[in-house]
């Protein structure tokens, strides 16, 4: 069984998303105690897909990330580097146009996309430099980013509680339910190593975006960002 390690070796992340693809919506679903689709519904509102409209889901996983888009009546491309995770989507819903592709060297053309939004991947990255700028070039003038990403809870005593809950409580959870619960190792470690909101926010500005800003969820667990690109 593959675990990443906080260097994010390419070929490292995806062979352990391959190894948790069958059982990662579930695996999901318990780790976090039903909050993902609360966060869900509230990217769908951030990105605000419109019929026709091309959107990017990049490290799409499984293309449960997508379904909210395509729903909306938006054509949506879920991407992603892992072949495991992909099967796994394009068995459920055969009808997405399921791509594989390296976040930091997207194969798509400049100025593609009305909406570009990530969900949980970007920490995964090796080069989140590289991944943000890919985003933005194919991104069309005007268009909009959203990034979904862990971060880091606001109030110091829930920070604490939470901090406890991620090294302590979700490794034995995750061996009863996933099919490689050392990822979630590796889950909890990448979550205090990513930035905080304002660290990232500064990095989608270095990237080319504007307008940056976020917002929390669930008390910072989770951070909404989202820029724009230029006309
Ligand atoms: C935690 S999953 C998120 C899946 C989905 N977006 C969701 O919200 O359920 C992270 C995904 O990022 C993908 N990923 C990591 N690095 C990547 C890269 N450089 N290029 C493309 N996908 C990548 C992994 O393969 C994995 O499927």
């Not at 605000?48 to 996983?61: M, N």
């Not at 909306?72 to 580097?81: H, Q, R, S, T």
């Not at 990034?147 to 829930?158: D, G, K, L």
Request: charged share 25%; with cysteine; net charge positive.
């Amino acid at each position: 069984m593959t675990r990443a390690s906080l260097n994010k070796q390419p070929h490292e992340v995806a062979e352990m998303f391959d190894d948790v693809a069958e059982r990662y919506d579930l695996t999901n679903d318990v780790l976090s105690l039903g909050q993902d689709r609360r966060w869900r519904k509230e990217v769908a509102k951030a990105v605000d897909a419109r019929p026709a409209q091309k959107v990017l889901d990049l490290a799409a996983g499984t293309a449960t990330s997508s379904l909210p888009f395509a729903r909306a009546g938006a054509y949506v491309v879920p991407c992603d580097f892992s072949l495991g995770m992909l099967q796994v989507g394009k068995k459920k819903h055969p009808w997405l146009p399921i791509t594989a592709g390296d976040a930091t060297r997207l194969p798509f053309r400049d100025d593609t996309f009305d909406a570009v939004t990530i969900s949980f991947g970007l920490r995964n990255v090796q080069d989140t430099d590289a991944a943000l700028s890919e985003l933005y070039r194919v991104t069309k003038p005007g268009g909009r980013v959203v990034i979904c990403e862990f971060s880091h809870p606001t109030w110091a005593p829930f920070r604490t509680v939470y901090t406890e809950y991620l090294m302590r409580a979700l490794p034995p959870v995750a061996r009863s339910v996933s099919s490689n619960p050392d990822a979630y190792v590796y889950l909890a470690e990448s979550i205090r190593a990513w930035p905080d909101q304002p660290a990232l926010a500064e990095k989608l500005q270095k990237a080319g975006w504007s307008k940056v800003a976020w917002r929390n969820l669930t008390g910072g667990v989770v951070a909404l960002h989202r820029g724009f690109k230029q006309l």
